[in-house]
């Protein structure tokens, strides 16, 4: 593969399954509601999702959730 990939990119797995050539990384600034109201959403309309939607969110902002 060879690529070097961000330490902290949330996407590693996919760039390294695709052997992506460069990392991209999207800065969205979502509001404490804004991600409470999306755990929410998430939890109740696709479970499946939700512990990785968590992840993402605790390594996107460096914060710990007890969701």
Do not use: W
Not at 13 to 19: H, L, Y
């Amino acid at each position: 593969m060879g690529n070097s990939i961000c330490s902290t990119c949330i996407n590693r797995n996919i760039c390294g399954k695709e052997a992506m050539a460069h990392c991209e990384h999207y800065d969205v600034v979502l509001t404490r509601a804004e991600v409470v109201d999306l755990l929410k959403t998430t939890r109740e309309k696709d479970p499946n999702k939700f512990q990785t939607i968590l992840n993402g969110i605790k390594k996107t902002y460096h914060i710990n959730l007890a969701y």
